[in-house]
């Protein structure tokens, strides 16, 4: 290994650019923008399983590239764990899966949801509590949990637009068409009127008074 800018991405001896898959971790700081919370905590603790597993086995899924270039991996240590899942169950990271590369989907969306219930990491922070959908952060860069109840599922020419509502509140949710066979369609339509966690990035347009965020997987989804 060459160079650890942070919990996820790495500089591997060959020059390469590694991303690894399935995660998202806090960033560094960099130009203007401070640290984000935990950032140089994930950053170490993927320092020192390097330096303790100095070989390491990649794993490549669907897609071994993403659009900036970067090599796409589950890391496996020396001593047989996955990296990606150590950092989500030490709450160093968040469930950040990103179709087609879905390989161990469900072992990382357990690797969180451990960490959640024993509020490890990011999760032990406020910010990353779910939150009510009057507070979405505009600004934000790792996913962020809302908690409301689904009322709209509706089929469009470009996938489905579902919507989630808490009082006054409201988080508009959708699922490109790209990504619709990744969901049961049915199971959606049953969550009508249920009360749901989704996690996510939301993004909120200038001057727009609602926020939206993309579903790309099921393992954004869950039952309050």
Known sequence: MQYVYDGDTLILKDG??????????P???????????????ARDFVR????????????????????????LAHVFLANG???NA??????????????????Y??????AQRDAIQRQQGLWQLPAYAAQPLSQPAAQQKLPRRYRGTLKNVQRTRQGLDLLLIDGQDSLKLYIPQSALVYFDLSSLDAMRDKALIVQGITHCKPQKTQCSLR???PSQIQFD
């Open 16 to 25: 390469r650019k590694l991303r690894l898959i399935g995660i998202d971790a």
């Open 48 to 71: 020192q399983q390097l330096r303790s597993n100095s070989k390491i086995q990649l794993q490549y899924d669907n897609n071994q590239q993403d659009q900036y270039g970067r090599t």
């Open 86 to 103: 150590q950092l989500l169950k030490k709450g160093l990271a968040a469930l950040y899966i990103w179709p087609p590369n879905t390989t």
């Open 105 to 110: 989907a469900h072992c990382y969306e357990q």
């Open 215 to 217: 579903l790309s997987h």
């Open 27 to 41: 960033e560094m700081a960099h130009e203007s923008n401070p640290a984000e919370p935990l950032a140089t905590a």
């Open 81 to 83: 764990e996955n990296l």
